[in-house]
């Protein structure tokens, strides 16, 4: 991704935040680093697994946030904005302190050993808070911002076994959830995708050990629909009938011929792969 395209992504995003929500932003970016923030990946291999790759993934997940937040407008209270794009801009700021980006590669801190970016994220959030409560006042910055933002980085990997400490407890904190589901999903099954071969059905395989195949529609023959009965080529049925045009005895099929036969004729042509469900794993 062109750096001036995710720059301009990056301001059109900032740009629905607040006054405040510009300055919350502001003061964790300047408590981090905003040089590392701009450097780090999102993950090590999964997703967005390139220096800078932290920034792309959060500006699709604020953007999707928002455009989720827009299909489901109206129906309720409005969703914050500030809380959407704050949440989708620094839902992985704890990956600054879980991972590494030097000339070694991108791999985890010590920290990040033991410790998960979920609850690494909202102590970053809680610290930059603290060192500047009057610029918060002056701001206009809440609590419930605040607040907001860390059960964001808590919540959005969903359940406890994907590293959250808690679920989603906010329709915002939810549609970030799903935003960082997308985005994750669609990088790592578009890199495999990118990097694998496809056969006549349009299926690559999983990249980097992962399990799940990836399918791409686009990339497969002029197969017919799926459902479409055909007769295949050199039945029982067809090699009895060339037998007995020759002058050889008929031949009474059996019961399990007859069966196997029927089968045969009424296939179906469906390309069938195992599929084992994604498991979020760095995201």
């Keep these: 991704m062109p750096a001036e395209t995710l720059d301009a992504r990056w301001a059109a995003v900032v740009g629905r935040l607040t006054h405040a929500g510009k300055t919350l932003l502001s003061m964790v970016l300047d408590h981090v680093g905003e040089d590392a923030y701009l450097r780090m990946a999102a993950a090590e291999r999964m997703h967005h697994a390139c220096v800078g790759g932290l920034r792309w993934h959060s500006i699709e997940v604020a953007e999707g946030a928002l455009a989720l937040a827009s299909v489901f407008e109206g129906d309720g209270p409005p969703a914050c904005l500030d809380n959407l794009v704050l949440g989708g801009l620094l839902h992985d700021i704890g990956k600054l302190r879980e991972m590494q980006v030097d000339t070694v590669g991108i791999r985890r801190s010590v920290e990040g050993r033991s410790r998960y970016h979920t609850t690494l ?4 959030i809680a610290v930059a808070c603290a060192l500047a409560p009057d610029r918060l006042e002056a701001a206009g910055v809440s609590p419930t911002l605040i607040a907001h933002l860390q059960h964001v980085c808590e919540s959005h990997h969903l359940q406890k076994d994907w590293g959250s400490p808690t679920a989603p407890q906010s329709r915002e904190a939810m549609f970030i959830h799903l935003a960082d589901q997308a985005s994750a999903k669609w990088r790592q099954m578009t890199d495999d995708a990118a990097t694998a071969s496809a056969d006549d059905g349009g299926w690559c395989g999983a990249a980097d050990g992962r399990r799940s195949p990836v399918w791409i529609p686009s990339r497969a023959l002029n197969l017919p629909p799926v459902g479409t009965s055909v007769r295949p080529v050199g039945t029982e049925l067809e ?7 020759r002058g050889a005895a008929d031949e009474v099929p059996s019961a399990t011929e007859r069966g196997a036969d029927a089968a045969a004729r009424s ?3 469906v390309v ?9 794993q760095e995201d």
Excluded: C, M
């Design 121 to 124: 994220g909202s102590e970053i």
């Design 239 to 245: 090699h009895r009938a060339e037998t007995a045009s």
């Design 267 to 269: 296939v179906s042509v």
């Design 272 to 280: 069938l792969r195992d599929h084992v469900p994604f498991h979020q």
